[in-house]
């Protein structure tokens, strides 16, 4: 007679191996049949088939890993897509989303790889990957200042193409090179001429979207509610965006730029606490900003820098005498300062050698990818200097290696833009922006303990009810969808308020109306006002 306890045991067994063995199939059957949608409704399935990689494909590995940006999510345990799909035509992303709808998979849009929590291109359940990077035309119309990117085009190589056009024109966005354009205008993207011109998101003219059904829309066709949500919204919640039409903005021949660090031995806390009062309202051709950090002093022990940051618009004979009256305690003097090019600017600010080709930014890739984990903040009040010197023993603590915080001045433009005027909301009244970034070499390593503490202790000086975040800055830690099932507006105002506060309520209403269903989703997508009955939320 078999004993009780190895009866449970083998009943356990039995039951696990044919859990598995039924998961195993499920997935084949869902990866063959959307296999043979795919190959069958594609008008050449000879062409698509050399586009859609496969687990048994010798490159699914590297095509999968080449964008992966945030080494977090490309361990043995990360969930990996049935396919990767890169389109090289508006029909084969037409039969992608046909095909993942009609078998039961999601899908996750992938332009640059950089979302920081891998939402595009990790998921929990069956997925595909549409990778965008076939999708990467730049048309710069310099007559018009004007230019059609499409989205799966890095900043890089967009500043890049502008540069070979016209010394004077240039483009307000991020600070990155291999940031992909879809994701960074869908979510806002900001950079070092925001004060002067505005988010990227605030500067899209027009913009071309396949939608649930498949349709093909640019702006006339999909709406002003649409086209209001994609800019700055997440576009991933509303379709396949395509491409963008953006402004292009005249820059100078000469601008200058700065890096001047200062420790705390070098009244650092001063300089800061000052920098609060003076960066968020000083000419708004005039971007300082802050990195802290960590790091070995001259005598070799250790201290806390502020690398203060900066691009004028304009020649070192203006930048003096307007820091010298506006922030004379930083002591910037003429020997600080670089004049150069806009383009080499962009060079400069991400840190490649003085002299390195601009060809650089063409690279689709950051020369080393480690781990790292980010969170934001929006500052609304001066920090105290009492308060600031409570954050500076943070950095001595073992979580401080490798970790910063990167303080984003606004105001100028910033300050006269409606919060309503696109999803982004945080405008008037906001000094500056705080990102937090913790970073890691080796997985067994990682804790988030440190960076978890130091949002905490910056509560009391950030923005509340709600305390802002920023979305291209994803942090599912804030609160998250449920990925497999019914997620309430409620459930999703948790994070949503905190990215988009009163225009989250109209990005649900625009769901609602363009993707009803919620086909397009992930973590933190923009819910539908559909009831988990089918029904219409109407108290939305």
């Known amino acids: 007679m078999i004993p009780l306890s190895s009866y449970l045991t083998i009943v356990l067994i039995a039951a696990l191996f044919s859990y598995t063995s039924f998961a195993v199939y499920s997935t084949s059957t869902h990866?063959?049949?959307?296999?043979?949608?795919?190959?069958?409704?594609?008008?050449?399935?000879?062409?698509?088939s050399k586009l859609v990689f496969t687990?048994?494909?010798?490159?699914?590995?590297?095509?999968?890993?080449?964008?992966?940006?945030?080494?977090?999510?490309?361990?043995?345990?990360?969930?990996?897509?049935?396919?990767?799909?890169?389109?090289?035509?508006?029909?084969?992303?037409?039969?992608?989303?046909?095909?993942?709808?009609?078998?039961?998979?999601?899908?996750?849009?992938?332009?640059?790889?950089?979302?920081?929590?891998?939402?595009?291109?990790?998921?929990?359940?069956?997925?595909?990957?549409?990778?965008?990077?076939?999708?990467?035309?730049?048309?710069i119309d310099v007559e018009n200042r004007s230019a059609w990117v499409q989205s799966g085009a890095t900043i890089g190589e967009l500043y890049y193409k502008i540069s070979l056009k016209s010394r004077n024109l240039a483009f307000p966005a991020g600070a990155c090179p291999t940031v992909g354009v879809g994701g960074h205008i869908s979510g806002g993207g900001y950079g070092t001429m925001v004060r002067k011109f505005g988010l990227a998101a605030d500067n899209v003219i027009d913009a071309q979207i396949i939608d649930v059904k498949g349709r093909f829309f640019d702006r006339e066709a999909m709406g002003e509610d649409l086209f209001w949500a994609i800019?700055?919204?997440?576009?991933?919640?509303?379709?396949?965006?395509i491409s963008w039409k953006i402004k292009l903005v005249q820059v100078p021949s000469i601008v200058t730029v700065f890096n001047v660090p200062k420790t705390l031995e070098q009244n650092l806390t001063k300089l800061v606490h000052k920098w609060q009062y003076v960066a968020s309202k000083?000419?708004?051709?005039?971007?300082?900003?802050?990195?802290?950090?960590?790091?070995?002093?001259?005598?070799?022990?250790?201290?806390?820098?502020?690398?203060?940051?900066?691009?004028?618009?304009?020649?070192?004979?203006?930048?003096?005498?307007?820091?010298?009256?506006?922030?004379?305690?930083?002591?910037?003097?003429?020997?600080d300062c670089i004049e150069m090019s806009w383009i080499e600017s962009v060079l400069n600010h991400y840190g490649f050698p003085k002299g390195e080709s601009h060809e650089v930014l063409l690279k689709r890739t950051k020369a080393s990818k480690d781990i790292f984990k980010v969170k934001s903040d929006f500052v609304k009040v001066h920090i105290p200097e009492i308060g600031l010197q409570g954050i500076w023993p943070m950095f001595y603590e073992d979580g401080a290696k490798d970790a910063f915080m990167y303080l984003f001045p606004y105001g100028g433009i910033m300050d006269n833009i409606s919060e309503s005027e696109i999803p982004f909301p945080h405008r008037n009244g906001n000094l500056y922006l705080?990102?937090?970034?913790?970073?890691?070499?080796?997985?067994?390593?990682?804790?988030?303990?440190?960076?978890?503490?130091?949002?905490?202790?910056?509560?009391?000086?950030v923005?509340?009810?709600?305390?802002?975040?920023?979305?291209?800055?994803?942090?599912?830690?804030?609160?998250v969808n449920n990925i497999n099932g019914y997620t309430s507006y409620k459930q999703a105002s948790v994070w949503g308020?905190?990215?988009?506060?009163?225009?989250?309520?109209?990005?649900?209403?625009?769901?609602?109306?363009?993707?009803?269903?919620?086909?397009?989703?992930?973590?933190?997508?923009?819910?539908?006002?559909?009831?988990?009955?089918?029904?219409?939320?109407?108290?939305?």
């Open 497 to 540: 308020v905190k990215y988009f506060k009163n225009n989250f309520k109209r990005l649900a209403k625009v769901k609602t109306r363009v993707d009803p269903l919620n086909f397009f989703r992930n973590e933190q997508s923009i819910p539908s006002r559909f009831t988990k009955r089918g029904k219409l939320n109407v108290l939305l």
């Open 434 to 461: 705080v990102q937090y970034q913790a970073h890691w070499h080796e997985v067994e390593k990682m804790k988030f303990n440190w960076i978890r503490k130091l949002y905490s202790n910056m509560e009391p000086f």
């Open 282 to 335: 000083i000419d708004e051709n005039m971007y300082i900003g802050v990195i802290l950090q960590r790091v070995n002093s001259e005598s070799n022990s250790t201290t806390v820098q502020a690398l203060f940051q900066s691009l004028f618009l304009g020649g070192v004979d203006k930048l003096i005498p307007l820091m010298g009256e506006k922030f004379p305690e930083l002591g910037l003097v003429r020997e």
């Open 231 to 241: 800019k700055g919204g997440g576009g991933a919640s509303f379709g396949v965006i």
């Open 31 to 48: 990866e063959h049949n959307f296999l043979q949608c795919l190959y069958t409704h594609s008008h050449n399935s000879t062409s698509i």
């Open 55 to 139: 687990k048994t494909n010798s490159s699914y590995s590297s095509i999968l890993q080449f964008s992966t940006q945030n080494l977090r999510f490309a361990t043995n345990k990360t969930p990996k897509p049935l396919a990767i799909i890169t389109p090289q035509e508006v029909s084969h992303i037409q039969t992608i989303i046909a095909c993942s709808r009609n078998h039961g998979l999601q899908v996750r849009i992938r332009s640059g790889g950089h979302d920081f929590e891998g939402r595009s291109y990790v998921s929990e359940v069956p997925f595909v990957i549409i990778d965008l990077t076939n999708f990467r035309e730049i048309k």
């Open 463 to 479: 923005s509340k009810s709600p305390r802002g975040a920023y979305i291209n800055y994803r942090d599912l830690e804030i609160g």
